[in-house]
């Protein structure tokens, strides 16, 4: 009688290879691998394989970036294992594993997902593997999900949609990214060391933040009055706000019922409405609901774990996927859907009733109450894909840590919360009316917690959320404990006062990662394609799991910074915008190209196009790209005229894409400088008055910021001039009458005078004795405000700086300045918040 053989199980990740052991029987442990007499267990570590890169195709052709030998189309993707060591000697060991004579067949294990399918395909296609092979779709990691994945094995034409999708998208990745990206870098920097790489995904991305910044630079603020008048009645106070009698704009965002723009209008009614002692209010009360926000996906995940806690949408999948893989207590979460398969009911009580902690009395409630039962808006299969919302899978948490614990504790609040019912609110709305002008006012008061309760609105201990789902108005928590507003009709209001307030307009808010993950998920709102905005509708720009590592991508490649918790695209970004805009490639800045791209993978995945039609249109696609930068030519001539004057024409200098050139070709002055962009009316002062500054925020080749003045030599090249340094050095020919004054040093009397780098006080600049002040304008990666440095010699202490970075730690913190005695500079950090009470995760695991 033949042996029987073995199975080989390949899981994504050693600890899934480890979880899966325990639940298939007993195994024994050889080296990476767990076997018994019916299995082998092992995995991969992630990515193991990857497509040839240009110089492994040919590298006498494409070792070294030209332009001529783009762009590269492979007739065939080849495979390779990743070069470093851990990657090679894993996929050796995986490679021998499958040709075992005692092995007869595979069982893909690997995540599921686009991703986990394509970990195991390349694998399995470089050890040139030919033994049948099945997929086991695990959605999470408890046994009882892992036991019910080996016993509903997908056959492999099952996934062949999926396998296509994921090969397919690598592919196009490669095509686009390779070609464009060296055709790009080529034009742009030319034999420099610079790269600049672009993507359908990160260029996309760049250029919403872009498009924001430069709405912000150009925001032109309004001036607006506002009629606010004090109010008493019998129970009281109130406060409310004139309303216009003519309609809104509705193509005027800004545009409100208690908006003047005319303060002339705005005075006249002030004056009138003094002469009024009083009026008559009217009360209007209507009740109103709230209902939870819906399951989480990844993405309002990390969305909201950034608004809570500031974290990185990186480290909120890090601390997601820790909770999912090595302890059990989620389930998979690189996901895109926030709803439960119609089916999932019984699972879920059997999880609710197996939550401990303080959550555990909520979650009590909704099974005595019998609450959860269908509803669309939890139970929906069409809104479930490959995976479904993140839940907890009703394991006990144990040894979390701080990070673990809040994001657990986010997903159990939501997952009960969903099932209370909504809260209700009374929203009054007072209108009181002077003759024939009436003010308004709103009070919003809970009068039904709901499911607020879970939130620590019905007396529990649990805390109320910082922060409400980004999608949703987060109002009603600042208004939930509003004084209600007496209801009657027709009562007399006392008129106490009639005051005028002038506002202006605000540019609209920088993005952080929240708000970016939001843009990115909802960018087919973008779209003018109804079909591509339709599809973004699922998809966004690129996938919940790939979203995180596009944003890093985007740092790490220096096209954005943080600043504290902001997001700011650099003057690369800014160059690579404007050059692709030039060479009109601006498809690769369109979410309208990852828009189709998504669209059709996910039409790919159900069988509804051919990968052999999408890879068509991608080479077709990259070919245009590369023969547009290739071909480019920028005309001087046709290039707009500035507003500087050349001194070597007495003409307009040309403003090209990289640089103001005089049109006798005497005078260049390249737009950025040392990372720094220059605005035209800087470029002015240069050229007019030969030099220009100090300016800050350059950058050195190390990426640290620094000042200096530029100046223009009688060769008509510019170089920096960092004046003083404000150490003991010789100052013999420092002229103080050509230093701004910023104030005086009182221990000392000592004007103190701004260099290029420094505020410096007399002492310092000319080596005298005695006290002396000497400040860096950039201290700890922050350029220092030169008002909060006035503000400092005149009261001793600056205001709050948001901005330094730790040497130590890198981390990002905000601080005072203030003097010492006889010119130190110390830092006074601002009153900590209250510490957190202890989640309940933490307890749940103490009584473990």
């Known amino acids: 009688m033949p042996e029987s053989k073995k199975t080989l199980i390949i899981a994504e990740k050693p600890s899934v290879a480890q979880d899966i052991s325990k639940v298939l029987g007993k195994f024994k442990k050889v080296g990476d691998a767990y076997e018994n007499d019916e299995y082998v267990i092992s995995s991969a570590v992630g990515h193991l394989v990857e497509?040839?890169?240009?110089?492994?195709?040919?590298?006498?052709?494409?070792?070294?970036?030209?332009?001529?030998?783009?762009?590269?189309?492979?007739?065939?993707?080849?495979?390779?294992a990743i070069s470093d060591k851990r990657s090679k000697e894993r996929f050796m060991m995986l490679k021998k594993l499958m040709a075992r004579k005692d092995v007869g067949q595979i069982y893909n294990a690997c995540d599921a997902g686009r991703e986990g399918e394509l970990i195991f395909t390349y694998i399995y296609e470089l050890a040139k593997c030919k033994k049948p092979y099945e997929r086991v779709w695990m959605q999470s990691m408890t046994p009882a999900s892992i036991r019910e994945a080996f016993s509903n094995l997908r056959a492999p034409e099952k996934m062949q949609g999926l396998k296509d999708a994921a090969r397919s998208r690598s592919e196009a990745d490669w095509l686009i990214g390779i070609n464009g990206t060296r055709a790009i870098t080529k034009r742009m920097f030319g034999r420099s060391k610079g790269v600049a790489t672009v993507g359908r995904v990160q260029t996309p991305t760049l250029s919403i933040v872009l498009e924001r910044e430069f709405a912000i630079r150009n925001f032109e603020p309004r001036a607006y009055w506002r009629v606010e008048g004090q109010f008493s009645v019998t129970e009281g106070t109130y406060t409310g706000l004139l309303q216009r009698s003519d309609k809104v704009n509705k193509e005027d965002s800004e545009d409100k019922t208690d908006r003047f723009w005319s303060e002339e209008e705005a005075n006249a009614?002030?004056?009138?409405?003094?002469?009024?002692?009083?009026?008559?209010?009217?009360?209007?009360?209507?009740?109103?609901?709230?209902?939870?926000?819906?399951?989480?996906?990844?993405t309002s995940l990390q969305r909201e774990a950034?608004?809570?806690?500031?974290?990185?949408?990186?480290?909120?999948?890090?601390?997601?996927?820790?909770?999912?893989?090595?302890?059990?207590?989620?389930?998979?979460?690189?996901?895109?859907?926030?709803?439960l398969p119609e089916d999932y009911i019984p699972t879920v009580k059997a999880a609710l009733g197996n939550l401990t902690g303080p959550i555990s009395d909520h979650a009590k409630m909704v099974l005595e109450n019998d609450w959860v039962k269908p509803n669309k808006r939890i139970f929906n299969n069409a809104q479930v894909s490959d995976h479904f919302a993140i839940v907890p899978t009703g394991e006990s948490p144990k040894?979390?840590?701080?990070?673990?614990?809040?994001?657990?504790?986010?997903?159990?609040?939501?997952?009960?919360?969903?099932?209370?019912?909504?809260?209700?609110?009374?929203?009054?709305?007072?209108?009181?009316a002077l003759e024939d002008l009436s003010f308004k006012t709103e009070g919003k008061v809970l009068v039904?917690?709901?499911y607020l309760q879970v939130y620590g609105k019905a007396g529990t201990k649990t805390e109320m959320p910082a922060l409400v789902e980004a999608d949703k108005d987060p109002e009603w928590l600042k208004e939930a404990n509003s004084p209600d507003l007496a209801s009657a009709e027709g009562f007399k209001a006392q008129s106490a006062s009639i005051e005028l307030q002038e506002e202006a307009t605000k540019p609209p808010a920088r993005f952080t990662e929240a708000t970016l993950l939001s843009a990115m998920e909802g960018a087919g709102k973008l779209v003018e394609d109804d079909e591509l905005a339709d599809a973004m509708k699922e998809k966004g720009l690129g996938t919940p799991a790939t979203r995180a590592n596009v944003i890093d991508h985007l740092i790490r490649e220096k096209y954005m910074e943080r600043e504290g918790r902001n997001l700011l695209p650099t003057t690369k970004a800014e160059g690579l915008w404007e050059f692709l805009q030039a060479v009109k490639a601006e498809a690769l800045t369109q979410p309208a190209l990852t828009g189709d791209w998504e669209y059709q993978l996910r039409q790919m995945e159900t069988g509804k196009t051919t990968r052999d039609q999408f890879m068509g249109g991608i080479i077709e696609l990259t070919k245009t790209i590369v023969d547009r930068v290739k071909t480019f030519e920028e005309d001087e001539k046709a290039a707009p005229d500035s507003s500087v004057i050349s001194p070597t024409d007495e003409k307009p200098m040309k403003s090209?894409?990289?640089?103001?050139?005089?049109?006798?070709?005497?005078?260049?002055?390249?737009?950025?400088?040392?990372?720094?962009?220059?605005?035209?009316?800087?470029?002015?002062?240069?050229?007019?008055?030969?030099?220009?500054?100090?300016?800050?925020?350059f950058r050195s080749k190390a990426g640290k910021p620094f000042s200096a003045l530029l100046r223009l030599d009688a060769m008509n090249k510019v170089s920096f001039d960092f004046g003083d340094n404000g150490t003991n050095g010789n100052n013999e020919d420092l002229n103080l009458d050509e230093l701004p004054v910023v104030g005086k040093f009182k221990e000392s009397g000592a004007t103190v005078y701004e260099t290029p780098n420094a505020y410096a006080c007399q002492r310092t600049l000319q080596n005298e004795p005695g006290d002396t002040f000497r400040l860096s304008r950039t201290m700890l990666g922050k350029t220092l405000p030169r008002e909060e440095v006035v503000k400092l010699l005149e009261t001793g202490k600056t205001g709050l700086i948001k901005g330094f970075k730790s040497k130590r730690t890198g981390r990002l913190f905000d601080a005072f300045l203030f003097l010492k005695p006889r010119g130190g500079?110390?830092?006074?950090?601002?009153?900590?918040?209250?510490?957190?009470?202890k989640t309940t995760t933490k307890k749940a695991a103490k009584k473990d």
């Open 51 to 80: 497509l040839y890169m240009p110089e492994d195709i040919n590298k006498k052709e494409y070792g070294f970036w030209r332009l001529g030998s783009l762009p590269i189309i492979p007739e065939k993707f080849e495979l390779k």
């Open 269 to 298: 009614l002030v004056a009138r409405l003094n002469d009024l002692k009083g009026g008559i209010a009217h009360d209007e009360k209507k009740r109103t609901r709230q209902s939870c926000g819906r399951l989480y996906d990844l």
């Open 306 to 339: 950034n608004g809570r806690f500031g974290y990185s949408a990186a480290r909120t999948l890090q601390i997601a996927q820790s909770l999912y893989e090595k302890h059990k207590l989620l389930t998979y979460p690189r996901t895109d859907s926030r709803a």
């Open 399 to 432: 040894r979390l840590s701080s990070e673990e614990e809040r994001i657990f504790e986010m997903v159990s609040q939501r997952f009960v919360a969903i099932f209370f019912p909504p809260a209700e609110f009374d929203v009054t709305t007072r209108t009181t």
């Open 448 to 450: 039904k917690p709901g």
């Open 656 to 697: 090209m894409l990289r640089a103001f050139k005089s049109q006798d070709g005497e005078l260049t002055i390249y737009k950025t400088i040392s990372g720094r962009k220059l605005t035209e009316e800087e470029v002015q002062t240069l050229v007019k008055e030969r030099v220009v500054g100090p300016l800050d925020d």
């Open 825 to 837: 500079i110390g830092f006074e950090f601002p009153p900590r918040k209250a510490a957190a009470k």
